[in-house]
């Protein structure tokens, strides 16, 4: 999961600065995928341990931080759908975090499960 979770850091960092810079660099917010994949790549690089019991627990750090932070996405997304006239680029920039956020969730569970059934708990 460590390089799982290392490639959609830097997939997250990417659409933040995409954002960033797509708006002219004139909206910080848009760096906020950019934040959560760093702190997702540096508990991915945590996570590269011979330990198993370090390997563990920063992947549920990390899925942690990745479910809170689906959450947020996920409430900001129904606030600006509520506001009316979204700002279309924010928006879609939120679709996309949450969206990324989800499939490197349902990623993390499905191997918290096979782990528990092939015993490598």
């Known amino acids: 999961m460590a390089k799982i979770t290392i490639i959609f850091a830097i997939l997250l960092i ?13 909206h910080p917010t ?3 995928p950019a934040w959560i994949g760093a702190v997702l790549a ?3 690089v945590l996570s590269i341990s011979k330990s198993e019991s370090r390997r563990k627990l920063f992947a549920h750090v990390n899925v ?4 809170l932070a689906f959450i947020g996405a996920a409430v900001e997304i129904v606030r600006s ?13 939120k679709i996309a ?10 990623l993390c569970v499905r191997s918290f499960i096979d782990a528990r059934r ?3 708990v």
């Open 81 to 93: 759908l509520l506001k009316g006239a979204p700002n279309t680029t924010a928006l879609t920039s």
């Open 118 to 120: 092939t015993g490598k």
């Open 42 to 44: 540096v508990g991915g």
């Open 30 to 32: 848009a760096l906020i």
């Open 97 to 106: 975090l949450a969206a990324l956020l989800l499939v490197y969730i349902v």
């Open 14 to 26: 990417a659409l933040g600065l995409a954002g960033y810079f797509g708006t002219g660099s004139m």
């Open 64 to 67: 942690t931080v990745a479910l």
